[in-house]
């Protein structure tokens, strides 16, 4: 056969084969058009019909032809949760006593709660969801903190995410910590809280200071270093407290198996006590000695001209009565950090947070453990 010819026969068999490709191509585009118009009228005869049966995708939405592929637009962002019974149970129905035993504060201040940290927590919608008001964000976080449930079971109670909850938690800590801390944390009108000291016992007395540990996940870098001497591990926090049993200063993050005293001497209150400049200039004279106000602590700690430790080995009377007289105004912290633990249950499990945020949820804690007892909330 002749070469020209042979050619001719290919690039008219080429040519037809673009040719039907090319109709192909526009009929199966035609179909397509054609299925979907059918199928929004469809959606609009049948109103009834439920939404996951009408808009999931199926095997004729895509269509794939020589390298072109067609996707359906995706329809769902989130999926449907419940949130009656926080909008309808809770914040409706639910009495006092149970606002006080779930969330360790009755509905009043809850709400007060709420406004002063509102500035910091509240966010704007978008267009994908709306977003979680200040108050569904602040009973989210009490309610991981005063719980040991896990963040899979807060999820379903309040309708969110698994992993809102943990984000939501970190969120209402800093704002605690931030806003709050500085107005709630404080040492306040001094003179009272020597006088409630006095009444207890111990002259010219300004607090209370202990270390307590917070169990933890072992972290993991320098395990080791956060064993206590009971053997898990923990976190330090050392709190000084009033004769009431409210926090005044505290000292977070130093690992469980540094002892009490380290932890005492590199706190910037063993500082402005050392400088004098913490407590106001109040000194008073007993017999031929002028006392300064002191702060009580346990034998861990040294014995300092502002710090009052018991006495040790054998005790005449008087030394049984100022050890008597010392224990008994220092047991306020042993108090107060029974009924932080105990509202807030939390601090009683091991936290599973990384090493940066344990202090901030810690500090957190006593923040919401001043306003409780300010409040007048009873511990349950």
Same mark, same amino acid.
């Given at each position: 056969?002749?070469?020209?010819?042979?050619?001719?026969?290919?690039?008219?068999?080429?040519?037809?084969?673009?040719?039907?490709?090319?109709?192909?191509l526009?009929?199966?585009?035609?179909?397509?058009?054609?299925?979907?118009?059918?199928?929004?009228?469809?959606?609009?005869?049948?109103?009834?019909?439920?939404?996951?049966?009408?808009?999931?995708?199926?095997?004729?939405?895509?269509?794939?032809?020589?390298?072109?592929?067609?996707?359906?637009?995706?329809?769902?962002?989130?999926?449907?949760?419940?949130?009656?019974w926080?909008?309808?149970?809770?914040?409706?129905?639910?009495?006092?006593?149970?606002?006080?035993?779930?969330?360790?504060?009755?509905?009043?201040?809850?709400?007060?709660?709420?406004?002063?940290?509102?500035?910091?927590?509240?966010?704007?919608?978008?267009?994908?969801?709306?977003?979680?008001? %200040?108050?569904?964000?602040?009973?989210?976080?009490?309610?991981?903190?005063?719980?040991?449930?896990?963040?899979?079971?807060?999820?379903?109670?309040?309708?969110?995410?698994?992993?809102?909850?943990?984000?939501?938690?970190?969120? %209402?800590?800093?704002?605690?910590?931030?806003?709050?801390?500085p107005?709630?944390?404080?040492l306040?009108?001094?003179?009272?809280?020597?006088d409630?000291?006095?009444?207890?016992?111990?002259?010219?007395?300004?607090?209370?200071?202990?270390?307590?540990?917070?169990?933890?996940?072992?972290?993991?870098?320098?395990?080791?270093q956060?064993?206590?001497?009971?053997?898990?591990?923990?976190?330090?926090?050392?709190?000084?407290?009033?004769?009431?049993?409210?926090?005044?200063?505290?000292?977070?993050?130093?690992?469980?198996?540094?002892h009490?005293?380290?932890?005492?001497?590199?706190?910037?209150?063993?500082?402005?006590?050392?400088?004098?400049?913490?407590?106001?200039?109040?000194?008073?004279?007993?017999?031929?000695v002028?006392?300064?106000?002191?702060?009580?602590?346990?034998?861990?700690y040294?014995?300092?001209?502002?710090?009052?430790?018991?006495?040790?080995?054998?005790?005449?009377?008087?030394?049984?009565?100022?050890?008597?007289?010392?224990?008994?105004?220092?047991?306020?912290?042993?108090?107060?950090?029974?009924?932080?633990?105990?509202?807030?249950?939390?601090?009683?499990?091991?936290?599973?947070?990384?090493?940066?945020?344990?202090?901030?949820?810690?500090?957190?804690?006593?923040?919401?453990?001043?306003l409780?007892?300010?409040?007048?909330?009873?511990?349950m």
């Amino acid at each position: 056969m002749d070469p020209a010819a042979t050619i001719a026969g290919l690039v008219a068999v080429l040519n037809t084969s673009q040719l039907i490709i090319h109709l192909s191509l526009r009929q199966m585009q035609r179909n397509r058009a054609r299925r979907l118009r059918h199928r929004r009228e469809s959606l609009k005869s049948e109103s009834g019909t439920e939404l996951s049966e009408t808009t999931s995708p199926s095997a004729q939405d895509m269509t794939l032809a020589m390298g072109h592929v067609d996707f359906v637009e995706r329809r769902f962002w989130a999926r449907e949760t419940s949130t009656e019974w926080w909008d309808r149970i809770v914040l409706q129905v639910w009495d006092e006593s149970q606002w006080l035993r779930n969330f360790r504060m009755r509905k009043g201040t809850f709400l007060e709660l709420c406004e002063l940290l509102s500035p910091a927590l509240k966010r704007k919608d978008t267009r994908m969801r709306a977003a979680l008001t %200040v108050q569904k964000r602040v009973a989210i976080a009490l309610w991981k903190l005063a719980t040991p449930d896990s963040y899979r079971s807060v999820a379903n109670h309040f309708g969110v995410g698994k992993s809102t909850v943990g984000v939501v938690v970190m969120q %209402v800590a800093k704002a605690i910590v931030k806003v709050l801390l500085p107005k709630v944390v404080t040492l306040g009108n001094a003179q009272v809280i020597i006088d409630g000291f006095a009444a207890m016992g111990f002259p010219n007395c300004g607090g209370a200071i202990d270390g307590t540990h917070i169990p933890i996940l072992g972290p993991d870098h320098q395990a080791s270093q956060y064993i206590n001497r009971k053997g898990y591990f923990s976190m330090v926090l050392q709190a000084l407290v009033d004769h009431r049993g409210r926090f005044t200063n505290i000292y977070v993050g130093w690992p469980g198996k540094v002892h009490d005293a380290r932890v005492f001497r590199n706190s910037g209150l063993f500082r402005r006590l050392q400088e004098g400049i913490y407590f106001p200039d109040h000194k008073i004279t007993l017999g031929d000695v002028e006392m300064p106000t002191v702060i009580l602590g346990d034998p861990a700690y040294p014995l300092m001209p502002w710090l009052m430790k018991p006495y040790t080995g054998a005790l005449d009377t008087e030394k049984e009565l100022f050890n008597y007289r010392l224990s008994k105004c220092r047991m306020v912290v042993e108090c107060a950090f029974g009924r932080l633990k105990g509202r807030w249950r939390s601090l009683l499990t091991r936290c599973d947070l990384s090493e940066t945020n344990i202090p901030i949820v810690i500090a957190a804690c006593c923040v919401l453990h001043n306003l409780c007892e300010s409040k007048g909330e009873t511990f349950m």
